[in-house]
Structure formats: structure tokens, C-alpha cells
């Protein structure tokens, strides 16, 4: 079990973690949950760098690490929508779609095959992650007394449901648009891998 792949198994260990912490009514708990999924994130960046410098790249870190990213950024939007400040049905559509694309491209990758992809999708990955920092420190902010004693309205301004709202919704169609165009342009494999073909090119 080489290092990358124990920062995969790592990660994904984390990711309840972070949930049972954000999910706590302390305060101090849910500040500590906010440092968790940083060292979580910090692990995903760290061993997808070591993969590629040593060339540490296994089949079971390539099934695994795609998969142990959207189990930890899921688990964040579900976390968000248990304490109420996402909707469900918006959550449940970026993970299907973020899901069923990595699952996808795992399968690909199994047999030797890479789905094209393209900046759209990255960006899409990005304003998630950047989306979920902004709503992770302002839980934070909002479960702290100092900053809600002192910052109050300035807190209340941040995590305004309405901007909240349209934050998510313009991120979920973005995502379901990345997730149809991923899908096109990869059809004719996709078609393939599903029917079950050997030769895929």
C-alpha cells in the first residue's frame, strides 16, 4: 500500500468525521470540522502530486481516489443540507451527475480507455469547491460567539438564503450542463463500455 493510495484511505476515514463534527451543536466542534476537510482536501491534492511525480499510479488508487474526492465533497452538501441551508433536490442532482461521470470515467480507465474532458467540467469542480469554502467558513462564522457578537449583520449578509439560494441553483445547472456535455462527447464510448465491448477504439 504505497502512500498516495494511504491518503485515499485516509480521506475517505476523514469524511465522517468531518460529518459528525459539522453536525455537532458545539461550536468549538464545528470549527474543528472546518480543519478537517482542509487536511482532507490537502490530502487529495497531496497524493494525486505524489502519483504524478513517482509515478505511483496503481489500479486501485485510479478507482479509488476519483471516488474518495466526491464521497468527501457529497457528504459536504449533504452535511449543508441536513443543518438546512441547501435544498435536497438540488444536492441530490449535482452528486448523481458527479457521481455517475466519475463512475463512468473509472470504467473507462480500467480498460485502458480516457474520456476526453474539458475546462467546462474543471470549473465546474471549481466553483463547487470555491462554493463550499464560502458556505464552510460562514457556518463557522455563524457557529462562533466572537464573530457573531461582533459581525452579526455582516455574517447574516453572507449567508443570506436568497443569494445562497441562487448561488446553488446557478452551480446545479452548471453542473447538469458539464455532466450532458461530458456525456456527448464521450457517447460513442460510453455506448460501448456499457454494451459491454472489448474494443473500445
Known amino acids: 500500500m504505497i502512500l498516495p ?11 465522517p468525521v468531518f ?10 466542534m464545528i470549527q474543528i470540522s ?9 490530502t487529495d491534492w497531496y497524493d494525486g502530486w505524489l502519483a504524478r511525480k513517482f509515478n505511483y499510479i496503481t489500479d486501485w488508487g485510479k478507482f479509488w481516489d476519483p471516488l474518495a474526492d466526491k464521497i468527501l465533497t457529497s457528504t459536504c452538501f449533504i452535511g449543508f443540507v441536513i443543518v438546512g441551508i441547501l435544498p435536497l433536490w438540488m444536492v441530490l442532482i449535482v452528486i ?6 466519475t463512475l463512468l470515467r473509472v470504467l473507462a480507465d480500467s480498460k ?11 470549473w465546474k469542480t471549481l466553483l463547487q469547491m470555491i462554493f463550499l469554502y464560502y458556505l464552510l467558513v460562514g457556518y463557522v462564522l455563524q457557529n462562533t460567539p466572537f464573530f457573531i457578537e461582533n459581525y452579526k449583520n455582516y455574517i447574516e449578509l453572507m449567508m443570506n438564503e436568497d443569494l445562497v439560494f441562487f448561488v446553488m441553483l446557478t452551480i446545479t445547472l452548471i453542473t447538469v450542463h458539464s455532466g450532458i456535455s461530458y456525456i456527448q462527447l464521450n457517447s460513442h464510448l460510453i455506448r ?6 472489448d474494443k473500445l477504439v
Open 5 to 15: 493510495n494511504q491518503l485515499t484511505i485516509f480521506r475517505i476515514i476523514l469524511t
Open 19 to 28: 460529518l459528525i463534527l459539522f453536525l455537532s451543536k458545539d461550536s468549538t
Open 34 to 42: 472546518f480543519i478537517v476537510y482542509i487536511i482532507a482536501a490537502i
Open 96 to 101: 448523481f451527475r458527479d457521481l455517475t461521470v
Open 112 to 122: 485502458g480507455i480516457g474520456f476526453k474532458t474539458t475546462y467546462y467540467a474543471k
Open 192 to 197: 460501448k463500455l456499457l454494451n459491454g465491448t
